[in-house]
């Protein structure tokens, strides 16, 4: 028997064996069968590998556009920097100067040259003079304060005299004119100068009779102002004088 | 039905169908299609897989690499400091490195030198034109005279459009002072090597150029307004006293913080020169001096903490001098007979000194001046630091060391002492960083409070006492308190007339603060100064030069002109209106 032979015989065929499972009792249903055999999944490393593959090709566009775009940004970044950097030496350099500028030393000198002035240090004792003279100069300006107040008022005065001396002076030039020709004067105005002047003919011969009585505060007062008056208009106090 | 069902049974019985002979026989017939397929298949994935773990390998690469930023990395952009900046207490810069250029010039290159010249010329006016016609017709390589350029004249320079081979420019760090002289003994110099040579620049060389603090300012205990109003008046004082030198030193005597150190001469330090001539030498921290009756305080502060004596004991029959080892001591004035310890110090008794020193006893008075550190090498933040001479001690040298004589020291360690005798006796150290901050519990006290109030209140009659020897220091509001101080210079060991005047003072005496220490060095007598007392009376035509005629007249100036930056008690100089 050679080898071809041998593998026939060894060889199991299926009819047999079909025939020796008894056919109703031991039947074998087929689909319970093929349920159980484990099916190859034709799809499974496709799916797998596809899967990796499409995160791979996105890795692989996405890299070098975000490469591109931090590069940008990177280019963005070390212009503000170098700007950062400009600023922060010039800064630099600026604080260097100003402490120069600002030097105590400096100052003074520039003092010396440009304010015509010498920096003078005020002793304590200095400070106390200052503020006497402070409160000098306070009660100084208080009393020009009151000067100029008591101006003001004199001349408001001042004004209001000037206008009834006016009134007066005007009312004296008219009397006067009345005056002057006494037989042109109306019946009227005759009967009262008349009855004035026996009043004042009374007075005086009160006045000669009984002086103390006549005088009172009020004719004083009268006779004040009335002086006072004719001072300022420049007419003599003592007639004739 | 069965025939049917056992035929359709057969076919779907797969099972043992793939087990046929002719299913295997037709598999073999495509088999070799099959095997060549699969084999490009393999290849191709190969291929793929391969690619893709390039790019992966790649991908990680990037990712695991340092990031190295090619745009903003370059260095022309960016001013990194060599070293620290130095400010004072305010924040004022003192030091400060920035760049600047240097041109140099190859006239062997240069096609038309009078063109170049008039160029020159046109561009910078101010330089000397024959000087740089003769260098270039001598057509050697030579720097521009101006060594240092700034920014507009390198432009200004390049504008001439000289080529590389003509025009050598070159961008150099360089150190600026922008207080220039103000604070020359204290920040010091550095050399082109960027190396500290003296002061504070070589003192903390180190930690100026660590790159990890250069960031961060060096921050000094100094005032630049109060550093100016003092060496100002310092040197207005040489127009009335004519004194060779002088230094000054204000000391928050609290926390050992120095306000202010002046030391006359003083040189540009922005003007790189060797400065050999001693006397620019710092007088407050490298000075060893003799000062005098200022050793007199220390000498009544040791007799009141020994218990030896109290400020209102009083020592009978004082001889009007005295003899030691053949030399003769006598004071330096007529003074009564009987003098309390109080006068003693008021008046500045060189005899009462000796008496109270030789009460105390050698051994006692030498450990109390050892506790105040008057002896040994001070521990200080600056490199030129003096070491008083060492001497030894015996009976004369007790009696001449309790009135100042004959012992050393330097002007820091004196200015130490008072702080520590007028603080409550508390144990300071002498500094000018800011960030050397101490608490006062962490303070060792060397001296009783009941001592230092003591000593306070009779150093304030020294100024206000119409016997005291220092009248004109006596500035309304501040409470000035302290000791004169006139002692003989020496040279080569043989006292001459020349004289060394100290003032220091404390103020305000109720509850000091500061101190502050004036020393002139050979002043002379100033006749046409118009001395004003504080009563007003006005003096002129004075011969003698001794401390209370000029030393402490300074002090009450500069005392005059600090006293409202230092806001002390002014309150209280203000109710005295």
Same mark, same amino acid.
């Given at each position: 028997?050679?080898?071809?032979?041998?593998?026939?015989?060894?060889?199991?065929?299926?009819?047999?064996?079909?025939?020796?499972?008894?056919?109703?009792?031991?039947?074998?249903?087929?689909?319970?069968?093929?349920?159980?055999?484990?099916?190859?999944?034709?799809?499974?490393?496709?799916?797998?590998?596809?899967?990796?593959?499409?995160?791979?090709?996105?890795?692989?566009?996405?890299?070098?556009?975000?490469?591109?775009?931090?590069?940008?940004?990177?280019?963005?970044?070390?212009?503000?920097?170098?700007?950062?950097?400009?600023?922060?030496?010039?800064?630099?350099?600026?604080?260097?100067?100003?402490?120069?500028?600002?030097?105590?030393?400096?100052?003074?000198?520039?003092?010396?040259?440009?304010?015509?002035?010498?920096?003078?240090?005020?002793?304590?004792?200095?400070?106390?003079?200052?503020?006497?003279?402070?409160?000098?100069?306070?009660?100084?300006?208080?009393?020009?304060?009151?000067?100029?107040?008591?101006?003001?008022?004199?001349?408001?005065?001042?004004?209001?005299?000037?206008?009834?001396?006016?009134?007066?002076?005007?009312?004296?030039?008219?009397?006067?004119?009345?005056?002057?020709?006494?037989?042109?004067?109306?019946?009227?105005?005759?009967?009262?100068?008349?009855?004035?002047?026996?009043?004042?003919?009374?007075?005086?011969?009160?006045?000669?009779?009984?002086?103390?009585?006549?005088?009172?505060?009020?004719?004083?007062?009268?006779? @004040?102002?009335?002086?006072? $008056?004719?001072? *300022?208009?420049?007419?003599?106090?003592?007639?004739?004088? | 039905?069965?025939?049917?069902?056992?035929?359709?049974?057969?076919?779907?019985? *797969?099972?043992?169908?793939?087990?046929?002979?002719?299913?295997?026989?037709?598999?073999?017939?495509?088999?070799?299609?099959?095997?060549?397929?699969?084999?490009? $298949?393999?290849?191709?994935?190969?291929?793929?897989?391969?690619?893709?773990?390039?790019? =992966?390998?790649?991908?990680?690469?990037?990712?695991?690499?340092?990031?190295?930023?090619?745009?903003?990395?370059?260095?022309?952009?960016?001013?990194?400091?060599?070293?620290?900046?130095?400010?004072?207490?305010?924040?004022?810069?003192?030091?400060?490195?920035?760049?600047?250029?240097?041109?140099?010039?190859?006239?062997?290159?240069?096609?038309?030198?009078?063109? *170049?010249?008039?160029?020159?010329?046109?561009?910078?006016?101010?330089?000397?034109?024959?000087?740089?016609?003769?260098?270039?017709?001598?057509?050697?390589?030579?720097?521009?005279?101006?060594?240092?350029?700034?920014?507009?004249?390198?432009?200004?320079?390049?504008?001439?459009?000289?080529?590389?081979?003509?025009?050598?420019?070159?961008?150099?760090?360089?150190?600026?002072?922008?207080?220039?002289?103000?604070?020359?003994?204290?920040?010091?110099?550095?050399?082109?090597?960027?190396?500290?040579?003296?002061?504070?620049?070589?003192?903390?060389?180190?930690?100026?150029?660590?790159?990890?603090?250069?960031?961060?300012?060096?921050?000094?205990?100094?005032?630049?307004?109060?550093?100016?109003?003092?060496?100002?008046?310092?040197?207005?004082?040489?127009?009335?006293?004519?004194?060779?030198?002088?230094?000054?030193?204000?000391?928050?005597?609290?926390?050992?913080?120095?306000?202010?150190?002046?030391?006359?001469?003083?040189?540009?330090?922005?003007?790189?020169?060797?400065?050999?001539?001693?006397?620019?030498?710092?007088?407050?921290?490298?000075?060893?001096?003799?000062?005098?009756?200022? *050793?007199?305080?220390?000498?009544?502060?040791?007799?009141?903490?020994?218990?030896?004596?109290?400020?209102?004991?009083?020592?009978?029959?004082?001889?009007?001098?005295?003899? =030691?080892?053949?030399?003769?001591?006598?004071?330096?004035?007529?003074?009564?007979?009987?003098?309390?310890?109080?006068?003693?110090?008021?008046?500045?008794?060189?005899?009462?000194?000796?008496?109270?020193?030789?009460?105390?006893?050698?051994?006692?008075?030498?450990?109390?001046?050892?506790?105040?550190?008057?002896?040994?090498?001070?521990?200080?933040?600056?490199?030129?630091?003096?070491?008083?001479?060492?001497?030894?001690?015996?009976? =004369?040298?007790?009696?001449?060391?309790?009135?100042?004589?004959?012992?050393?020291?330097?002007?820091?360690?004196?200015?130490?002492?008072?702080?520590?005798?007028?603080?409550?006796?508390?144990?300071?150290?002498?500094?000018?960083?800011?960030?050397?901050?101490?608490?006062?519990?962490?303070?060792?006290?060397?001296?009783?409070?009941?001592?230092?109030?003591?000593?306070?209140?009779?150093?304030?009659?020294?100024?206000?006492?119409?016997?005291?020897?220092?009248?004109?220091?006596?500035?309304?509001?501040?409470?000035?308190?302290?000791?004169? @101080?006139?002692?003989?210079?020496?040279?080569?060991?043989?006292?001459?007339?020349?004289?060394?005047?100290?003032?220091?003072?404390?103020?305000?005496?109720?509850?000091?603060?500061?101190?502050?220490?004036?020393?002139?060095?050979?002043?002379?007598?100033?006749?046409?100064? $118009?001395?004003?007392?504080?009563?007003?009376?006005?003096?002129?035509?004075?011969?003698?030069?001794?401390?209370?005629?000029?030393?402490?007249?300074?002090?009450?100036?500069?005392?005059?002109?600090?006293?409202?930056?230092?806001?002390?008690?002014?309150?209280?100089?203000?109710?005295?209106?």
């Amino acid at each position: 028997m050679n080898t071809e032979d041998k593998s026939k015989k060894s060889y199991i065929n299926p009819e047999k064996w079909i025939n020796t499972v008894s056919y109703e009792k031991s039947y074998a249903n087929p689909e319970k069968w093929i349920s159980t055999v484990p099916q190859r999944n034709r799809y499974r490393f496709s799916k797998k590998y596809s899967f990796f593959i499409t995160i791979f090709i996105i890795g692989l566009i996405s890299v070098p556009t975000i490469k591109n775009k931090t590069r940008n940004l990177e280019k963005e970044i070390s212009n503000l920097k170098t700007s950062i950097n400009d600023l922060k030496f010039d800064l630099h350099k600026a604080t260097l100067d100003y402490e120069f500028i600002t030097s105590p030393e400096n100052i003074s000198l520039l003092a010396k040259e440009h304010l015509n002035i010498e920096l003078v240090h005020y002793k304590k004792s200095q400070i106390k003079h200052i503020n006497d003279d402070y409160n000098s100069i306070s009660m100084l300006t208080e009393t020009e304060n009151n000067d100029l107040y008591e101006n003001k008022i004199s001349t408001k005065i001042k004004k209001k005299v000037k206008k009834n001396i006016k009134e007066k002076k005007q009312e004296i030039e008219k009397i006067k004119k009345l005056y002057s020709n006494p037989k042109e004067l109306p019946e009227t105005i005759k009967n009262q100068v008349a009855k004035k002047i026996k009043k004042t003919k009374s007075g005086l011969q009160q006045l000669y009779d009984e002086p103390k009585e006549a005088i009172d505060i009020k004719k004083i007062q009268r006779w @004040g102002t009335f002086q006072v $008056v004719k001072a *300022f208009l420049g007419i003599p106090v003592v007639p004739g004088k | 039905m069965q025939k049917k069902t056992e035929k359709e049974f057969k076919k779907k019985s *797969f099972f043992f169908e793939d087990y046929t002979e002719s299913e295997i026989n037709y598999n073999e017939k495509n088999l070799n299609i099959v095997k060549i397929s699969s084999s490009r $298949v393999t290849l191709l994935s190969y291929i793929f897989f391969s690619l893709i773990l390039i790019f =992966c390998l790649k991908i990680t690469y990037l990712l695991t690499i340092p990031e190295v930023n090619k745009f903003s990395e370059k260095e022309d952009h960016i001013f990194l400091k060599s070293r620290a900046d130095i400010v004072d207490r305010n924040g004022i810069i003192l030091a400060r490195n920035t760049n600047i250029y240097t041109a140099g010039i190859r006239p062997k290159f240069i096609k038309n030198k009078e063109k *170049f010249l008039l160029d020159f010329r046109l561009k910078f006016p101010e330089i000397d034109k024959k000087n740089l016609k003769s260098k270039i017709n001598k057509g050697e390589f030579f720097y521009l005279e101006n060594k240092r350029l700034t920014e507009e004249q390198k432009d200004k320079l390049w504008s001439l459009g000289l080529s590389h081979k003509v025009l050598e420019l070159k961008k150099i760090q360089h150190r600026i002072y922008p207080q220039k002289k103000l604070f020359s003994h204290v920040i010091g110099q550095i050399d082109d090597s960027n190396l500290g040579i003296s002061g504070i620049e070589k003192f903390l060389d180190k930690n100026l150029k660590n790159k990890k603090l250069i960031e961060n300012s060096l921050e000094l205990t100094l005032d630049s307004n109060l550093q100016h109003i003092i060496r100002d008046e310092l040197i207005k004082s040489k127009k009335d006293f004519n004194q060779i030198g002088s230094a000054a030193l204000l000391m928050d005597i609290n926390n050992g913080q120095i306000l202010s150190l002046v030391s006359l001469p003083d040189y540009d330090l922005n003007k790189r020169s060797s400065i050999k001539e001693h006397i620019y030498t710092n007088k407050i921290t490298k000075g060893v001096y003799e000062l005098g009756s200022v *050793f007199k305080t220390f000498t009544i502060a040791a007799g009141i903490e020994n218990n030896v004596i109290q400020p209102d004991t009083i020592f009978k029959n004082l001889e009007n001098q005295v003899y =030691c080892a053949g030399r003769k001591i006598s004071e330096h004035d007529k003074l009564p007979k009987n003098l309390s310890v109080e006068q003693i110090l008021i008046r500045s008794s060189n005899i009462g000194s000796i008496k109270i020193a030789q009460n105390i006893g050698l051994n006692k008075y030498k450990k109390f001046l050892n506790s105040l550190g008057l002896f040994q090498k001070i521990n200080f933040d600056l490199e030129e630091i003096g070491k008083p001479l060492s001497f030894k001690w015996g009976k =004369c040298k007790l009696a001449t060391a309790s009135f100042g004589h004959g012992i050393t020291t330097t002007p820091l360690q004196l200015a130490k002492a008072y702080a520590i005798l007028s603080n409550g006796g508390y144990k300071i150290e002498p500094t000018i960083l800011l960030n050397k901050k101490k608490t006062f519990s962490e303070k060792e006290q060397i001296v009783s409070s009941t001592t230092s109030d003591k000593i306070n209140k009779i150093l304030r009659k020294v100024v206000f006492n119409k016997e005291g020897t220092a009248n004109f220091a006596d500035v309304k509001g501040y409470e000035v308190g302290g000791k004169t @101080g006139s002692a003989l210079k020496s040279e080569n060991g043989i006292y001459t007339s020349k004289k060394l005047n100290t003032f220091i003072s404390i103020f305000p005496s109720s509850e000091p603060k500061y101190t502050l220490l004036i020393i002139l060095d050979e002043p002379k007598p100033a006749p046409q100064y $118009v001395y004003e007392f504080p009563n007003g009376y006005k003096h002129k035509g004075e011969l003698r030069n001794t401390s209370g005629w000029n030393s402490v007249v300074v002090a009450g100036k500069i005392i005059e002109k600090i006293g409202p930056i230092l806001a002390i008690n002014n309150l209280q100089a203000s109710k005295n209106f």
